[in-house]
């Protein structure tokens, strides 16, 4: 079967994984995401646009230096060009999922931790899921 489906909430709140790439679409990708206690994804800006669904923990959002409370249940969208962060200001691990389109990142990469990410130069290759 082409496509994905899955319990995406049940597999973001179970994923302890920094990021964790799912699912690579021609124009989209479906990435995994846990922010641990004080941790943030680090300030980006993109050519995509990215879509952030917060499914477990509180944090904030900073799109262009704005700060916005999440939780568990609330949606960001990022225009691509803008500068964003996502912060987990909570006491237990931030699970969300995100959506890139079209993809930002190499099918099937896994970065265990924050700085992992980090030291991986890794970039979508045009390779997707299927």
């Known amino acids: 079967m082409k496509g994905f489906v899955q319990d995406i909430e049940g597999l973001a709140v179970k994923n302890d994984k920094f990021r964790q790439v799912l699912y690579t679409a021609k124009n989209s990708q479906l990435v ?11 300030a980006e800006i993109h050519k995509v646009d990215q879509f952030f669904r917060v499914e477990e923990g509180s944090g904030e959002a900073v799109l262009n230096g704005a700060r916005t409370p999440i939780q568990a249940g609330f949606a960001v969208l990022v225009p691509a060009g803008v500068n964003h962060n996502i912060v987990n200001t909570g006491s237990v691990p931030l699970k969300l999922y995100t959506l890139y389109a079209p993809p930002n990142h190499r099918d099937g990469v896994i970065h265990e931790s924050r700085a992992d990410a980090e030291g991986d130069t890794e970039h979508f290759n045009g390779k997707t899921t299927e």
């Open 32 to 42: 995994l995401m846990s922010l641990k206690p004080q941790e943030d994804i680090g």
